[in-house]
């Protein structure tokens, strides 16, 4: 809310009659909060809250610590915390003099919460406003208030989905649905609404709406006939969604509906109860440390060697990219619409439109639903320059090769650029698989040479993975980390290996869900195992829209270099499941077909000749379904970890669930063994690895792990 900084004292004119006070509560979101008191008394009594609501959300930052570390013997004291921090946010709000909310930045979280305590809430109308509760997105639901509040101020079908689903709004949306009551143009005019209010309420009794003895909550509570529709629905559609792996969502419905009939001091207890049991539980515990400390830690730099992160780096401002296909044209678009200007080049100038035209296409979807301008659209497609000539990289300050997973061509796209650009330029390499520092061979400067993996479609997208080659720089790596955060994604960095991190264990998920199959093992089972594991899609279908060509490419680009090296590739059951849909020619969804059919305007489904190709056996147990995926990514991401390919434990997590889509809930790859408790993660792996293969046998680090029953940490 408030920007933070020095605080500053407000000179008014003289009132005689009664003191004005501004006072501003530093903590999440910002507040300025504004008041009026009537005397010595009541003024001291308002210093007293001012300073205990400060105190509060000072304490609010650490609340995620001991949710991390809350255990249920602990669950009393942090009830009793809950309710003392809502205590003063109550008084706040029934003390009867007029207080004021003044926005001018994020309103999220426990800065809403204290919001909704004011008695009148005014925002500046500028992007940088946003206002809403994401406590769902870490595993918790809004503890402060905001389960009672929120239904009480718009109704609990209105106040759902920024609940249940973290929905964040700016200024003039908040207005529009009733969560502020004015906006204002600048600042001066913010805090000038809000002391006309004060001044204008001065000698009344102010009460929120749900004080007052006519309150009714708008649409109903939950005994009320007109909402009997969503309470039958909305369970049904939570578990849909969440396959019951987030407890979250379920508490905050069962918060609002229990609540919504009862008084609101009762509301009150009935929210800190389910809060204190989400922070007790390990889900919560699981996304906080990545989602919160994890992800901060990893967008700091915490990855980066002590060399890169003394560099300061200028943001990029002219970039080319060599491969104007899907991966190619989404690069392009994420870049020009962070204000870089691209070189889009192609073997052809039609090809290089072609890629152009994904960000024209994508442009038009966001101006037919508000999102953009049309000068918006035009500045954003302006800073894309299709070309077929190398000539036209000149300038560049970056390139970024996406060309197809072939040595030979990425070694000659590699010289050609090469010849244009200045010393000081980096050429960085899309490849998912191929090790950075072989190709940096065909580089005149392997120093400046480095591995930038987007993910696809690279324009949506959150993740990018930065491998250093063994040549590669403390400057590349320190530019390449910047540029990455300048076009607002969230980088990992890992060393370099055959498929890196992401795409050697992405490749066990689906070679595992290949492998069930030729085992016998019913598609559909397959895909709802994963569901219900919490992955966003089945290994099936992911398989069918990476291709199976490419990755039959891919294992054979491996097998050849592995030859040149003298080694022998290693064989996985997959490959034969693999080999034989290619011969029948159905190679993904791009080629029409694979594991499932795609009917012409109609929803896809596994394909029906599945059953012919691989008949089903004997099932196993649903539990061992579920387990073989999360466990042979797990074990992959810790070898990956053990050999020095990862550099921390949160790369892997964040790189795990933004990545290749880990299920969010576990908090990423390495978590997921340590909330499974290493002995036992040990024991069950030794069981599939008796059962399914040895690529489930521990590692010696888990072994370890095992014999001290510590987890994981990069602490």
Same mark, same amino acid.
């Given at each position: 809310?408030?920007?933070?900084?020095?605080?500053?004292?407000?000179?008014?004119?003289?009132?005689?009659?009664?003191?004005?006070?501004?006072?501003?509560?530093?903590?999440?979101?910002?507040?300025?909060?504004?008041?009026?008191?009537?005397?010595?008394?009541?003024?001291?009594?308002?210093?007293?809250?001012?300073?205990?609501?400060?105190?509060?959300?000072?304490?609010?930052?650490?609340?995620?610590?001991?949710?991390?570390?809350?255990?249920?013997?602990?669950?009393?004291?942090?009830?009793?915390?809950?309710?003392?921090?809502?205590?003063?946010?109550?008084?706040?709000?029934?003390?009867?003099?007029?207080?004021?909310?003044?926005?001018?930045?994020?309103?999220?979280?426990?800065?809403?919460e204290l919001a909704l305590s004011c008695h009148h809430r005014i925002a500046v109308d500028d992007?940088?406003?946003?206002?809403?509760?994401?406590?769902?997105?870490?595993?918790?639901?809004?503890?402060?208030?905001?389960?009672?509040?929120?239904?009480?101020?718009?109704?609990?079908?209105?106040?759902?989905?920024?609940?249940?689903?973290?929905?964040?709004?700016?200024?003039?949306?908040?207005?529009?649905?009733?969560?502020?009551?004015?906006?204002?143009?600048?600042?001066?005019?913010?805090?000038?609404?809000?002391?006309?209010?004060?001044? !204008?309420?001065?000698?009344?009794?102010?009460?929120?709406?749900?004080?007052?003895?006519?309150?009714?909550?708008?649409?109903? /509570?939950?005994?009320?006939?007109?909402?009997?529709?969503?309470?039958?629905? !909305?369970?049904?559609?939570?578990?849909?969604?969440?396959?019951?792996?987030?407890?979250?969502?379920?508490?905050?419905? !069962?918060?609002?509906?229990?609540?919504?009939?009862?008084?609101?001091?009762?509301?009150?207890?009935i929210e800190s109860r389910y809060f204190v049991e989400l922070t007790c539980g390990q889900v919560?515990?699981?996304?906080?440390?990545?989602?919160?400390?994890?992800?901060?830690?990893?967008?700091?730099?915490?990855?980066?060697?002590?060399?890169?992160?003394?560099?300061?780096?200028?943001?990029?401002?002219?970039?080319?990219?060599?491969?104007?296909?899907?991966?190619?044209?989404?690069?392009?678009?994420?870049?020009?619409?962070?204000?870089?200007?691209?070189?889009?080049?192609?073997?052809?100038?039609?090809?290089?439109?072609?890629?152009?035209?994904?960000?024209?296409?994508?442009?038009?979807?966001?101006?037919?639903?508000?999102?953009?301008?049309?000068?918006?659209?035009?500045?954003?497609?302006?800073?894309?320059?299709?070309?077929?000539?190398?000539?036209?990289?000149?300038?560049?300050?970056?390139?970024?090769?996406?060309?197809?997973?072939?040595?030979?061509?990425?070694?000659?796209?590699?010289?050609?650029?090469?010849?244009?650009?200045?010393?000081?330029?980096?050429?960085?390499?899309?490849?998912?698989?191929?090790?950075?520092?072989?190709?940096?061979?065909?580089?005149?400067?392997?120093?400046?040479?480095?591995?930038?993996?987007?993910?696809?479609?690279?324009?949506?997208?959150?993740?990018?993975?930065?491998?250093?080659?063994?040549?590669?720089?403390?400057?590349?790596?320190?530019?390449?980390?910047?540029?990455?955060?300048?076009?607002?994604?969230?980088?990992?960095?890992?060393?370099?290996?055959?498929?890196?991190?992401?795409?050697?264990?992405?490749?066990?998920?689906?070679?595992?869900?290949?492998?069930?199959?030729?085992?016998?093992?019913?598609?559909?089972?397959?895909?709802?195992?994963?569901?219900?594991?919490?992955?966003?899609?089945?290994?099936?279908?992911?398989?069918?829209?990476?291709?199976?060509?490419?990755?039959?490419?891919?294992?054979?680009?491996?097998?050849?270099?592995?030859?040149?090296?003298?080694?022998?590739?290693?064989?996985?059951? !997959?490959?034969?499941?693999?080999?034989?849909?290619?011969?029948?020619?159905?190679?993904?969804?791009?080629?029409?077909?694979?594991?499932?059919?795609?009917?012409?305007?109609?929803?896809?489904?596994?394909?029906?000749?599945?059953?012919?190709?691989?008949?089903?056996?004997?099932?196993?147990?649903?539990? /061992?379904?579920?387990?073989?995926?999360?466990?042979?990514?797990?074990?992959?991401?810790?070898?990956?970890?053990?050999?020095?390919?990862l550099r921390s434990v949160r790369d892997a997590n964040i790189g795990s669930i933004f990545g290749?889509?880990?299920?969010?809930?576990?908090?990423?790859?390495?978590?997921?063994?340590?909330?499974?408790?290493?002995?036992?993660?040990?024991?069950?792996?030794?069981?599939?690895? /008796?059962?399914?293969?040895?690529?489930?046998?521990?590692?010696?680090?888990?072994?370890?792990?095992?014999?001290?029953?510590?987890?994981?940490?990069?602490?």
């Amino acid at each position: 809310m408030h920007s933070p900084g020095k605080r500053q004292r407000q000179h008014h004119p003289p009132d005689t009659r009664q003191s004005q006070r501004v006072r501003q509560c530093d903590g999440p979101g910002f507040c300025r909060v504004t008041a009026r008191g009537g005397g010595a008394t009541a003024e001291r009594r308002l210093r007293r809250h001012y300073r205990a609501l400060g105190q509060k959300h000072l304490l609010r930052r650490r609340r995620s610590q001991l949710a991390l570390r809350g255990k249920k013997e602990d669950a009393e004291e942090f009830f009793n915390y809950c309710e003392s921090l809502k205590a003063d946010l109550r008084w706040l709000e029934t003390q009867g003099k007029p207080v004021v909310a003044a926005i001018n930045g994020a309103a999220l979280g426990g800065g809403w919460e204290l919001a909704l305590s004011c008695h009148h809430r005014i925002a500046v109308d500028d992007r940088s406003v946003k206002i809403g509760l994401p406590e769902v997105t870490l595993g918790l639901l809004p503890g402060g208030g905001g389960c009672v509040r929120m239904p009480r101020l718009l109704g609990m079908q209105n106040a759902l989905p920024y609940l249940l689903e973290g929905k964040q709004v700016g200024a003039q949306q908040a207005l529009e649905a009733g969560l502020i009551h004015q906006t204002a143009k600048d600042a001066d005019e913010l805090l000038e609404q809000a002391r006309a209010f004060i001044l !204008a309420n001065a000698e009344t009794a102010v009460q929120q709406p749900w004080d007052k003895p006519d309150y009714r909550m708008p649409g109903g /509570d939950a005994k009320n006939p007109r909402n009997a529709q969503l309470l039958i629905v !909305a369970p049904a559609m939570l578990q849909q969604k969440t396959k019951g792996c987030f407890p979250a969502p379920e508490a905050i419905l !069962a918060t609002v509906v229990e609540g919504s009939q009862v008084d609101f001091d009762t509301a009150t207890r009935i929210e800190s109860r389910y809060f204190v049991e989400l922070t007790c539980g390990q889900v919560a515990k699981n996304m906080i440390g990545t989602f919160w400390f994890g992800l901060n830690a990893v967008k700091a730099g915490a990855s980066l060697p002590q060399g890169a992160r003394d560099i300061e780096s200028s943001p990029i401002g002219r970039i080319g990219i060599l491969g104007a296909g899907m991966m190619g044209a989404g690069i392009a678009y994420a870049c020009a619409s962070r204000g870089i200007e691209v070189v889009l080049k192609d073997v052809s100038i039609e090809a290089a439109q072609k890629g152009r035209g994904y960000a024209e296409q994508s442009l038009q979807k966001r101006l037919q639903r508000g999102r953009i301008d049309e000068a918006g659209v035009q500045a954003i497609l302006s800073r894309i320059q299709p070309s077929d000539s190398a000539a036209d990289l000149k300038g560049c300050e970056l390139i970024i090769e996406a060309v197809f997973e072939d040595r030979e061509l990425k070694a000659q796209v590699t010289r050609e650029a090469e010849a244009q650009l200045e010393e000081s330029a980096i050429f960085a390499s899309n490849t998912s698989t191929l090790p950075i520092t072989g190709l940096a061979q065909a580089s005149a400067r392997p120093q400046n040479f480095i591995g930038l993996h987007f993910f696809s479609p690279a324009d949506k997208m959150p993740l990018v993975e930065i491998i250093c080659g063994e040549q590669t720089d403390d400057a590349t790596l320190a530019r390449a980390f910047a540029f990455v955060l300048q076009i607002g994604k969230t980088p990992i960095v890992v060393n370099d290996s055959r498929g890196f991190f992401t795409s050697r264990v992405f490749g066990c998920f689906t070679n595992e869900g290949i492998a069930m199959l030729g085992e016998g093992v019913n598609p559909a089972t397959i895909e709802n195992a994963a569901a219900l594991a919490g992955f966003p899609v089945g290994p099936l279908a992911v398989s069918d829209e990476v291709s199976l060509t490419l990755m039959s490419r891919i294992r054979q680009q491996t097998i050849n270099d592995l030859q040149r090296e003298g080694e022998q590739a290693p064989s996985h059951p !997959a490959d034969k499941v693999i080999d034989h849909m290619l011969e029948l020619g159905r190679a993904g969804k791009a080629a029409g077909g694979g594991f499932y059919s795609y009917p012409e305007g109609a929803k896809k489904h596994l394909w029906s000749g599945l059953a012919k190709e691989f008949p089903s056996g004997e099932q196993p147990a649903p539990e /061992d379904v579920k387990e073989r995926l999360l466990f042979v990514m797990a074990l992959e991401t810790l070898r990956c970890y053990e050999e020095q390919v990862l550099r921390s434990v949160r790369d892997a997590n964040i790189g795990s669930i933004f990545g290749i889509g880990f299920p969010p809930w576990t908090g990423g790859a390495l978590q997921y063994i340590n909330q499974y408790g290493p002995k036992e993660f040990v024991q069950r792996a030794r069981q599939l690895a /008796d059962n399914y293969g040895e690529r489930f046998t521990p590692p010696q680090t888990l072994r370890e792990m095992a014999e001290t029953n510590l987890p994981l940490t990069d602490d």
